[in-house]
């Protein structure tokens, strides 16, 4: 079935250092969304892309359709950004549509 | 920014008791999910609606039910618990399909 691979599994940055997560699909998919799971186990979006780039703040996703995969950038890491990353690509024909989940980047930012 | 709320937050349910997990979001929304995770692992769709009074199976539908009464409501039912059906559950909403979704704080069930 469609999948989607996420890399590295699990990542350590120093305050002020940056990395990139990357998400890799099995098949084509219409869009990406990223999200930072919390402490508290919320789900917090970061973005959707059905195309291209977008930026906010120390953050950067590009998605590119036709080579499957996504990325996501992380700038200046702070002790906030702490948590697990998941890239969740958009998958299904006509007017459904359903996520489907990576595996999650655990991201731990130290001082 | 879309407002999902889950209740109960956390649940404890005996084996082959009934649980129902409640999901209700304010935003107008016309696409609601369930979905389940457990620890360590990514979301994984159970059921979704796309219209009151229907719902659609997802990628792991056995051993659960939905009900959508209202566009603002979207319900998961486990008949019959079990302990495999231990996880975190969370909802989510999107104005229609193949649209941004918007998740719930979650709610934890621990069966026993």
């Known amino acids: 079935g469609d999948q989607v691979e996420q890399s590295p599994s699990a990542l350590s940055l120093h305050e002020g250092t940056g990395s990139a997560l990357r998400c890799n699909f099995t098949?084509?998919?219409?869009?990406v969304q990223w999200f930072q799971q919390n402490s508290r186990g919320s789900l917090i979006n970061l973005f959707y892309?059905?195309?291209g780039t977008k930026e906010n703040g120390r953050l950067k996703s590009t998605f590119n359709s036709k080579e499957s995969y996504s990325t996501l950038h992380i700038r200046d890491a702070q002790l906030e950004d702490s948590g697990t990353y998941f890239c969740?690509?958009?998958?299904?024909?006509?007017?459904?549509?359903?996520?489907?989940f990576g595996e999650g980047t655990k991201l731990t930012v130290s001082s | 920014e879309a407002a999902v709320t889950q209740s109960p937050r956390s649940k404890v349910a005996v084996t082959g008791g009934k649980v129902t997990l409640s999901c209700h979001q304010t935003?107008?929304?016309?696409?609601m999910y369930w979905y389940r995770q457990d620890t360590g692992h990514g979301l994984r769709l159970i059921h979704y609606?796309?219209?009151?009074?229907?719902?659609e199976k997802g990628d792991i539908p056995d051993g659960y039910k939905a009900s959508r009464p209202s566009q603002e409501n979207f319900s998961l039912i486990l008949e019959l618990a079990s302990l495999s059906q231990t996880a975190v559950y969370f909802c989510?909403?999107?104005?229609?399909?193949?649209?941004?979704?918007?998740f719930g704080p979650g709610t934890r069930l621990t069966v026993l």
């Open positions: 989510a909403s999107s104005v229609r399909g193949h649209y941004e979704q918007y």
């Open positions: 098949t084509t998919m219409r869009a």
């Open positions: 892309l059905a195309s």
């Open positions: 969740a690509a958009e998958a299904g024909q006509g007017g459904s549509a359903k996520l489907i």
């Open positions: 935003n107008n929304h016309d696409y």
């Open positions: 609606s796309y219209v009151a009074d229907s719902t």
